[in-house]
């Protein structure tokens, strides 16, 4: 059974405020990431991390960025949102596999 | 331009009938196909995966198929079920050199309505 969190579940905030999404895995994966979707859409890779101290950008390019001081720990931060963020943002870790396992997601809304 | 295309947005299919969700890719480089299943409101959950080595793996009354001739998958569920209701969708994967990354490339997902 996996075992990864994501707080807050949902999120409606004002525009120009600083968010940060939690994101954190109990199964000591190396590799975690960052998904934007949106409904009807695919999942797109935003952020990902081979490990402490490694973050790299995803494909679809976002005003987010993430830290990884802990293995167990992928916070994403918003310095200032805005409508445009508004989505879905999913959270997933994975070991020496293929399989991905996610979080449940946070629901962001910007108003 | 998107390299996994799942081109039915939705499905419905009566409880207890097959249910066949496709899948086609373009990037040759893909080794390895994965699909996933998402109920609103939650995260995606892992169902069953496939390597390009094989052509088909079974798992329960899930099944996937991959055609490499074709760059197409399916996945197959006998028999319906309506707790199956729900979105699935396709991913695939290549082994980047040097980083071991195993990053995936997901279609826009199909919505399967399972109708009791």
């Known amino acids: 059974e996996a075992d990864i969190y994501q707080t807050p579940r949902y999120l409606v905030i004002g525009t120009g405020k600083k968010i940060t999404l939690e994101c954190s895995q109990t199964?000591?994966?190396?590799?975690m990431y960052w998904y934007q979707q949106d409904p009807g859409m695919e999942l797109h890779l935003i952020h990902y991390s081979y490990g402490v101290n490694s973050t790299e950008k995803g494909d679809l390019s976002s005003e987010s960025t993430v830290s990884r001081i802990r293995t167990e720990h992928f916070p994403l931060t918003l310095e200032s949102a805005r409508p445009s963020h508004t989505s879905q943002y999913l959270c997933?870790?994975?070991?020496?596999?293929?399989?991905?396992?996610f979080g449940p997601g946070t629901r962001l809304t910007v108003t | 331009d998107q390299q996994v295309k799942q081109n039915s947005p939705s499905l419905s299919v009566q409880e207890g009938r097959i249910s066949i969700l496709n899948c086609d890719y373009t990037?040759?480089?893909?080794?390895?196909f994965l699909w996933y299943k998402k109920y609103p409101a939650e995260g995606p959950t892992f169902l069953i995966s496939i390597s390009s080595i094989k052509d088909k793996n079974e798992d329960g009354r899930f099944t996937v198929f991959l055609n490499k001739s074709a760059k197409h998958l399916s996945l197959h569920i006998v028999p319906s079920q309506p707790g199956d209701s729900a979105v699935y969708f396709c991913?695939?994967?290549?082994?980047?050199?040097?980083?071991?990354?195993?990053?995936?490339?997901f279609g826009k997902g199909t919505k399967l309505s399972v109708i009791p």
């Open positions: 990037n040759s480089m893909f080794d390895y």
């Open positions: 991913a695939a994967s290549e082994i980047h050199s040097g980083a071991g990354s195993y990053q995936l490339t």
């Open positions: 199964m000591g994966h190396d590799k």
């Open positions: 997933a870790s994975s070991g020496d596999i293929y399989e991905q396992y």
